[in-house]
Nanobody, 121 residues
Framework: VQLQASGGGLVQAGGSLRLSCAASGTSFSMNGMGWYRRAPGKQRELVAFVDQGGSTNYADSVKGRFTLSGDDAKNTVALQMNSLKPEDTAVYYC????????????????WGMGTQVTVSS
């Protein structure tokens, strides 16, 4: 399974950005998909993740500002980020968890390459 992420860039505080991620490759069933981020000098942290039941978990720091949306049929997920703050500056990583289909199913925990989001004050 491969993940192709797009979006990101440089924006002033208070601005908006949209990240998109599309999954492709081996046939699989998806258990969940979302975004993590790693800020300079910090560990990777959850931003938003939607599970197969449609429940979305957001980091407290982004609640009310970020919205995660997904299209199961297209295996895509998008993160709309509004009211961005300098502390949102990080590399954002798309993540997908699932299971391949076929005679020998395997667990999938795929990561995208990461896309830089920089918020200037």
């Amino acid at each position: 399974v491969q993940l192709q992420a797009s979006g990101g860039g440089l924006v002033q505080a208070g601005g908006s950005l949209r990240l998109s991620c599309a999954a492709s490759g081996t046939s699989f069933s998806m258990n969940g998909m979302g975004w993590y981020r790693r800020a300079p000098g910090k560990q990777r942290e959850l931003v938003a993740f939607v599970d197969q039941g449609g429940s979305t978990n957001y980091a407290d720091s982004v609640k009310g500002r970020f919205t995660l949306s997904g299209d199961d049929a297209k295996n895509t997920v998008a993160l709309q980020m509004n009211s961005l703050k300098p502390e949102d500056t990080a590399v954002y990583y798309c993540n997908l968890r699932g299971r391949t289909r076929g005679p020998r199913p395997e667990n999938v925990n795929a990561w995208g390459m990461g896309t830089q989001v920089t918020v200037s004050s």
